[in-house]
């Protein structure tokens, strides 16, 4: 019992640290408006493509 609650607290702990380190991760240039400029493709499951602005 004791080793399920450690290993759950791990995995909390570190999915904590990596969502911290990815929103401190700078956006690549050329990737700032991704969404303006979607012309639109055959991928409707893109949350860009302009199929979801409705």
Do not use: Q, R
Request: hydrophobic share 40%; charged share 15%; with cysteine.
């Amino acid at each position: 019992m004791l080793s399920a609650v450690l290993l759950f607290a791990a995995l909390g702990a570190i999915y904590a640290l990596l969502y911290y380190l990815n929103h401190k991760t700078p956006v690549p240039k050329g990737c700032e408006d991704l969404k303006v400029s979607c012309k639109g493709c055959k991928d409707v499951s893109c949350g860009n493509n302009p199929v979801h602005e409705s």
